[in-house]
DNA sequence: GGCGGTTGCGCG
DNA sequence: AAAGCGCGCAACCGCC
């Protein structure tokens, strides 16, 4: 049961190569089409990590095939962290070679066969190239100054990897009978050619409010010309600048605004092209975002409305575990600013209900506003007035992130908990703050660098915090991923079959969003994975924090849909 | 008719 | 019209 590395490659067009390197032996080609059956023998042998170029390219047709692995290391996005990651000194070479900065090569619907990167990507596909680099990656991970935590942080990277192709994969289970009603309900029934008719029962109460037949409500020029016409004087047609006049119009306006939005983000176009077979299936972008956190493309799968919730139901027999961190981010804060204080306030309870216990501030809202704006770099307003009160009571979590802005502003680089580093200043920036340091500087060049200084100061002062809660959710996700594939699969008869081959019979994730997970359980399971759950959430806090007293309280349901209860 | 920029709004 | 971070997408607009 010795655990190995399984590093994987291209032998030609149609063969790959596979090289235990661990051992004294050679390496074994195999045709494309026999990798999910070698990675399964392999699999079965014993713990093994596979390194390949890329998860997203090669995993997708290994899952298809219905076999899974259970550690790999992806070297193109591991390549994208050591690339940046300041506590790197001795690069050994890795920086040199682009060609691994190349993007994914997976297409968005995620259903190529074991393609190894290829020439339209860049990507290196050959063996040697993927050896060579893991190689180098190790050494630069053992060179740098906190080899353990970057080592964890690839290793969590690899692992959300695998859970991205996963959830494409299995799908969140959608029923489009209940997204239809709510359809319906909202937007009213839909007519041949024209809009559902409370679509268009409301574009008419605005043309009347407007007193204007023709007002056209989908340019936002004309609708403002029209709006002027009407007597109201705004400088946008945005929901917030509206709701502060008191106009006929506005009330049906944020109303029709509301549903033209339901029917083009969500209506019944979206679900003809994103909902096949129960399931919706959004293609997962891992570190999409520069902080880590992931991005998605295509069907908008983290800008779901809440409101469609309801469409998201279990298949029968099966039931869904939804469940949320609550404020991870404040609580990500204080561990790593080791802000005993802040981490009290957190401790078994609502944390912003913690801080009004402690006196800072008066009532919840104000602490939510003002602990979003430390970390967010509020300057004005309420949330910059409250902002000293907060200072005063947790001081090391406030300064963390005070100095984080500061380097930002200052040209430099941060990082996260981890390691991940934010990315460098770039020539347009450093030029602009050279210039404005200039002796022949006009006042609106000062003005224009300060104000980018500033920019640059929240970007960082918001990275140390949203990069460190996204590792955690790497570290939940990761944790959660094993435990559930130790549940015992349930009868064929029972399988959730539109899941795929690899989870119609387990419980699997089936959703992600930063900070809460849905998964999709047979239900004489649901206890259980409940507890899996919970589990790995605190199993993640011990592993970025160890002992530091900080808590990650879940928001947990089980239910048949996904509906916040 | 394709393409990039702008506006507005959904999510955390 | 957000104030104060990070995204993706649809629709419209002006341009080539």
């Not at 991005?295 to 099966?318: E, H, K, N, Y």
Request: a neutral charge.
């Amino acid at each position: 049961m010795a655990s190995d590395t399984v590093v994987v490659g291209r032998a030609g067009s149609d063969r790959l190569a596979l090289l235990t390197i661990d051992r004294d032996a050679p390496s074994v080609e195999i045709p494309v089409e026999r990798l999910a059956d070698a990675i399964a023998d392999r699999e079965a042998r014993g713990e093994v990590r596979w390194v390949w170029a890329d998860t997203a390219s090669i995993y997708p047709g290994v899952l298809k095939a219905g076999v899974r692995v259970a550690r790999a290391w992806d070297l193109r996005l591991v390549h994208g962290i050591l690339r940046d990651a300041e506590g790197v000194v001795d690069d050994h070479g890795l920086r040199s070679h682009r060609e691994w900065d190349a993007g994914s090569a997976a297409p968005a619907t995620g259903d190529t066969l074991f393609d190894l990167g290829d020439a339209s990507t860049g990507l290196p596909d050959s063996l040697d190239a993927a050896v060579a680099e893991y190689r180098r990656q190790l050494a630069a991970i053992a060179s740098s100054s906190t080899p353990g935590a970057l080592r964890l942080l690839c290793a969590a990277e690899s692992a959300g990897a695998l859970v991205a192709a996963e959830l494409h994969a299995a799908g969140v289970p959608w029923s489009r009978t209940a997204h239809e009603e709510m359809l319906e309900r909202q937007l009213g029934t839909r007519r041949g050619g024209g809009l559902p008719a409370r679509i268009e029962q409301t574009a008419a109460a605005v043309r009347e409010a407007l007193d204007d037949p023709t007002a056209s409500l989908d340019s936002q020029p004309r609708l403002l010309r029209s709006l002027h016409r009407a007597g109201l004087q705004v400088t946008s047609t945005s929901r917030w600048e509206l709701a502060e006049h008191d106009h006929p119009v506005v009330a049906p306006l944020i109303a029709y605004k509301k549903l033209m939005r339901l029917y083009t983000a969500n209506g019944w176009a979206w679900m003809q092209e994103w909902v096949h077979d129960d399931r919706f299936r959004p293609v997962y972008v891992p570190a999409g975002v520069v902080t880590g956190r992931w991005a998605s493309s295509g069907g908008g799968a983290l800008q779901i409305p809440r409101s469609l919730r309801t469409a998201v139901r279990a298949d029968p027999g099966w039931t869904l575990v939804t469940a949320d961190v609550a404020q991870l981010e404040p609580r990500v804060l204080a561990a790593m600013a080791r802000d005993t204080a802040l981490a009290e306030a957190a401790s078994g309870r609502d944390l912003y209900a913690g801080i009004v216990e402690r006196g800072a501030v008066g009532s919840r809202a104000e602490a939510k506003l003002a602990m979003l704006g430390a970390m967010y770099g509020a300057t004005t307003g309420e949330s910059g007035r409250l902002l000293p009160r907060l200072r005063r009571t947790f001081p090391r979590a406030m300064q963390l992130v005070d100095d984080a802005a500061r380097t930002g502003e200052n040209g430099g680089v941060v990082h996260t908990w981890l390691g991940r580093t934010s990315p460098a200043a770039g020539d347009a920036w450093q030029q602009l703050q050279s210039l404005a340091s200039d002796a022949t500087a006009s006042g609106a060049d000062e003005t224009r660098a300060r104000r980018s200084a500033r920019d640059r100061g929240r970007f960082t002062r918001n990275f140390v915090v949203q990069g460190t809660a996204a590792e955690w959710a790497l570290a939940w996700l990761a944790d959660l991923r094993a435990r559930l594939a130790a549940f015992p699969p349930v009868d064929a008869a029972r399988a959730a079959s539109a899941s795929g081959p690899m989870f119609a019979r387990s419980p699997h994730l089936a959703f992600f969003l930063h900070d809460e997970i849905v998964v999709h359980t047979p239900l004489e399971h649901a206890d259980a994975v409940a507890a899996a759950v919970r589990e790995s959430a605190a199993s993640a806090g011990r592993l970025l924090f160890g002992t530091f007293p900080i808590d990650f309280p879940l928001d947990l349901r089980i239910g048949e849909t996904a509906e916040k209860g």
